[in-house]
């Protein structure tokens, strides 16, 4: 799409703000209204919008797409986002671990029991530890404050979320970073320990090597996009 706008302003509107091109709300995908909780997320936004060319990016606008799916998807299925989100409390990162090489079963425990023990104090939240590669059932209790935790987060905070979720694998680094606890680069470290030994250990590839950045940087944006929403100080 070309560059159809001048000039990007934000102004106030209603409880939170919105972001105007020529005068003009930005619309969602979906025609429904960018409604912005925070001045700080509308004016990001806005700049990331000044920073098109001759050529509109969408990929280049990871806080505005952030936003719009918060709106378009997270407030029509909210309730099945929850669940997706939560699903992966059942089958967290952290708590799978290899046997062997020695090296690498020290950097699991090095990066993910300070995880653990992190949310069993933060959020009684005790989860269960396997060296199997077959699946470990957590204990429902567990999983029950796993989910009213994510229950109460707002439209706008679930969309990133379920993003820093789905990049890390893990729900509890998600809500770790949540917390203020992790940050981004904390998060991602955490994440690709196994991808990381990999590398170090056979050699960088070209194509792992490009999914990693690509998966950092939206990571990035993700926590960014709750920092500029308030939710993390």
């Known amino acids: 799409m070309e560059r ?56 280049s606008m990871p806080l505005m797409q952030a936003a719009a799916t918060a709106i378009d998807r997270i407030s029509t299925q909210r309730q099945k986002v929850i669940d997706d989100i939560v699903a992966y409390g059942g089958t967290d990162l952290v708590c799978y671990r290899v046997t062997y090489p020695k090296s690498l079963v020290v950097k699991q425990s090095a990066a993910w029991d300070p995880v653990l023990r992190w949310i069993e104090t933060r959020h009684n939240v005790e989860l269960k530890i396997t060296n199997d590669i077959s699946h470990v059932g957590q204990n429902s209790d567990a999983l029950q404050r796993i989910a009213k935790i994510v229950s109460e987060q707002e439209d706008m905070t679930l969309a990133p979320l379920y993003n820093i979720t789905a990049l890390c694998g893990s729900l509890v680094i998600a809500l770790a970073v949540l917390d203020g606890h992790m940050s981004a680069e904390e998060a991602f470290e955490a994440s690709e ?3 990381t030994h990999t590398m170090e250990e056979w050699g960088e590839d070209a194509e792992a090597l490009e999914r990693r950045k690509n998966n950092k940087n939206s990571l990035i944006a993700s926590v960014r996009f709750l920092e500029l929403c308030g939710v993390i100080a």
Do not use: H, M, R
Not at 13 to 29: E, F, H, M, N, R
Not at 35 to 52: C, F, G, R
């Open 4 to 59: 159809f706008f001048e000039n990007v302003t934000v102004e106030a509107s209603g409880d939170g703000y919105c972001v105007l091109l020529d005068a003009q709300p930005i619309k969602t995908p979906a025609k429904a209204s960018l409604d912005i909780p925070t001045k700080a997320l509308a004016e990001a936004i806005a700049e990331e919008w000044e920073s098109q060319t001759q050529k509109i990016d969408p990929a």
């Open 193 to 195: 320990i196994d991808e």
